[in-house]
């Protein structure tokens, strides 16, 4: 290469030999008879093409820097290198490395950030005939560029003149910050049947859903965090076998053409963390390993696109069997937010959603999850697909009494079993501390508790249930001629709270209405408002039939509960307690001054 003199010999001494920019070339042979000491090649390699030197013998370690695209080093005629590093700032290739026993030099990748081609010999040996191949790589300083849709990842693509399996791949994740680095296959390299991971660096490992795909993967030596990323690329809705994973603290689902294919997964480790970064077609499920014999399995799924301003949708499904608690959370995305259909989970499982972006988690009507926990800024959504029908004495928790974004919590498709005496099925929501809109069930068999939470909420309530507004002027909402509807804490008074009535047919109202036990119109223009010295019904149904009122309200002065009574034909029997307003104030035998209603506490009514 012309920076040896002629007379230069290799003693058993360590020398250094230095291959300045382009220098190293075919005809160089650089012999050492020493086995025992430690020479160094240092060169630069520069052709754009693979170069083989006539013979590089006993030079324990070479160090190669890449600076021309397509530059490489064959090593046909290499023998005796203990190590191989590479640095660089361009593409480059290994090339005929004698994998088989002990015959490799182990590699270093420092601070790399393009792609490196390692092609082996040959991968025909079998580890039955002691000939397995293994190869042994260390990486450190390795970073990703570029954006994240279009990102650059400083590859290992692992290659071979005869095709097989590569038996065992070493790979330490070494330096002080962490490397990511992306594992392909190709060129006759059809599988590598274990790979090996040491280190203390957190470690971003990117593999594709057929290269990982039942492998074996052995990170319980690493230290740091190993996120196992999947692209599952051209998969659609085959299984991503992670069975054989073990030491994994994350994974990664990416899809890099992004064109929706479906993720589906088995094989994960309870209480890791699953990164959804695409959006998906087809259904979708992710299974935990021996979660079938478990009985505290977890599994966090963080839905957060690679684009910051897309959302992520898994569509059509998603199935989490044998798993008794499941995070969602979603990040990135906009003000739309991130969607899950048809989630299905075992019964009587925990579900909790969080994040700072909403999520709109849609239920299986077949999932009959025990508790749903929404945390977070979110303005998350929860709701089923279809009515949901839970066995006798099983109930739902919907609980957002922690989040502090404006919340949707539609129980509607709740539905009890037709069951024993005194067994009712019950759906309970609690909202959080913002505006949310909250509906009760409308099912049969069943009853639903609420407790709206601070704010300026919604409630939609159309069956039998018991109703806690909480604080902030709110609006509850009554449909349909059900009953058995008890209030807790209705405000009244201006800034109090509101109250719609929709029965389903025109309502119409009396003027100033007096019984025999005192009473006067409240609300003129709305309904009648009536005090009795004590609890009447049959006085309330009395002035309904002869009132011509379709509606009423009646205090009970000595107690303080006022009911909403409805009748549609003025006939005797068909009368209606709607619902009971309990704590409400009276002062001595009920006026008009004090009722406490006023026309502000009145809604729509139809």
């Given at each position: 290469?012309?920076?040896?003199t002629s007379?230069?010999?290799?003693t058993?001494?360590n020398?250094?030999?230095t ?9 160089d ?8 000491d430690?020479?160094v090649l ?6 754009g093409?693979?170069?083989t030197?006539?013979?590089i013998q006993?030079?324990?370690?070479i ?18 290198a ?10 480059s ?7 088989t ?19 082996v010999?040959?991968?025909a040996?079998?580890?039955a ?11 450190s300083?390795l ?10 990842i ?8 005869v095709?097989g399996t590569?038996e ?6 070494a330096g002080?910050t ?13 599988a590598v ?15 594709a ?7 074996t993967?052995?990170?319980a030596g ?7 990323v999947?692209d599952?690329?051209?998969a659609?809705?085959?299984?991503t076998?992670?069975t054989?994973v073990?030491?994994a ?7 890099s ?15 890791s963390?699953?990164a959804?970064?695409?959006?998906t ?11 079938a014999a ?6 966090t799924?963080?839905?957060?696109n ?5 959302n992520t ?6 199935t989490?069997?044998d798993?008794?608690?499941l995070?969602?959370?979603s ?11 048809g989630?299905?989970?075992t019964?009587?499982?925990t ?5 700072a972006?909403?999520?709109d988690?849609?239920l299986a ?11 977070g800024?979110?303005a998350?959504?929860?709701d089923?697909a ?11 928790t ?8 404006k ?7 709740f539905?009890?079993?037709a069951?024993a ?12 501390e ?15 508790v609420?407790?709206?939470?601070a704010g300026?909420?919604t409630?939609?309530?159309g069956?039998?249930a ?11 909402s ?10 807790t804490d209705?405000a009244?008074?201006?800034?109090g ?7 389903g ?12 036990t005192g ?7 709305k309904?009648s408002?009536?005090?009795?010295a004590?609890a ?15 509606a009423?309200i009646?205090?009970?002065n000595a ?22 307003f309990e704590?409400?104030?009276t002062?001595?035998v009920?006026?008009?001054a ?8 009145f809604?729509?009514?139809?």
């Amino acid at each position: 290469g012309g920076l040896i003199t002629s007379d230069f010999k290799f003693t058993s001494g360590n020398e250094k030999v230095t291959a300045g920019a382009g220098t190293l070339n075919a005809l160089d042979a650089l012999v050492d008879g020493s086995t025992t000491d430690a020479d160094v090649l240092d060169a630069t390699l520069t052709s754009g093409a693979l170069l083989t030197p006539a013979a590089i013998q006993n030079i324990e370690t070479i160090n190669l820097s890449a600076t021309v695209a397509g530059s490489g080093l064959g090593f046909t005629n290499i023998t005796g290198a203990k190590k191989v590093t590479l640095t660089g700032t361009a593409n480059s290739s290994l090339e005929d490395v004698n994998a088989t026993g002990t015959n490799a030099p182990a590699f270093e990748i420092n601070n790399y950030n393009k792609a490196v081609t390692l092609n082996v010999l040959t991968l025909a040996g079998t580890t039955a005939a002691g000939t397995a191949e293994s190869l042994t790589v260390k990486a450190s300083g390795l970073t990703a560029a570029g954006t994240v849709l279009a990102p650059v990842i400083p590859t290992l693509n692992l290659t071979s003149d005869v095709a097989g399996t590569l038996e065992t791949l070493n790979l330490e994740s070494a330096g002080t910050t962490k490397n990511t680095l992306a594992v392909n296959l190709g060129g006759g390299t059809t599988a590598v049947a274990k790979t090996v991971v040491t280190g203390a660096a957190d470690l971003d490992l990117l593999m594709a859903h057929g290269a990982i795909n039942g492998q074996t993967l052995n990170g319980a030596g690493h230290t740091g965090v190993l996120n196992l990323v999947v692209d599952r690329n051209g998969a659609a809705t085959a299984v991503t076998n992670l069975t054989n994973v073990t030491g994994a603290d994350a994974y990664t689902f990416r899809d890099s053409n992004a064109v929706g294919d479906a993720l589906v997964a088995s094989g994960l480790a309870s209480g890791s963390t699953v990164a959804l970064t695409y959006s998906t077609t087809g259904a979708s499920s992710l299974a935990v390993k021996g979660a079938a014999a478990g009985k505290a399995d977890s599994l966090t799924l963080v839905l957060d696109n690679a684009a910051d301003a897309t959302n992520t949708a898994v569509a059509t499904s998603l199935t989490v069997t044998d798993v008794e608690t499941l995070n969602i959370k979603s990040e990135g995305g906009t003000t739309a937010g991130s969607t899950i259909a048809g989630l299905t989970v075992t019964a009587g499982s925990t579900v909790s959603v969080d994040g700072a972006t909403k999520l709109d988690l849609q239920l299986a009507a077949t999932s009959l999850v025990s508790v749903v926990e929404v945390k977070g800024a979110g303005a998350h959504k929860v709701d089923f697909a279809g009515a949901a029908t839970y066995a006798e004495g099983k109930n739902l928790t919907i609980d957002g009494s922690t989040a502090t974004g404006k919340l949707t919590l539609d129980g509607t498709d709740f539905t009890g079993t037709a069951t024993a005496p005194g067994v009712v099925e019950t759906l309970t929501i609690r909202g959080g501390e913002n505006d949310d809109a909250i509906t009760a069930h409308t099912g049969a068999n069943a009853r639903s508790v609420i407790d709206a939470g601070a704010g300026k909420d919604t409630v939609n309530v159309g069956s039998a249930a018991n109703v806690t507004l909480g604080l902030g002027a709110d609006t509850l909402s009554l449909t349909g001629l059900t009953g058995g509807i008890t209030v807790t804490d209705f405000a009244l008074g201006a800034g109090g709270d509101v109250l719609s009535v929709n029965t389903g047919a025109p309502m119409t109202f009396g003027g100033l209405v007096a019984t025999a036990t005192g009473g006067a119109d409240g609300v003129a223009t709305k309904l009648s408002i009536l005090g009795f010295a004590v609890a009447d019904d049959a006085g309330a149904k009395a002035e309904l039939v002869t009132g011509g009122e379709t509606a009423i309200i009646v205090i009970n002065n000595a107690t303080g509960v006022a009911e909403l009574w409805y009748d549609a034909d003025g006939v005797a029997g068909s009368e209606v307690k709607l619902a009971t307003f309990e704590n409400i104030t009276t002062v001595g035998v009920l006026t008009d001054a004090t009722s406490g209603f006023v026309a502000a506490n009145f809604g729509i009514w139809a």
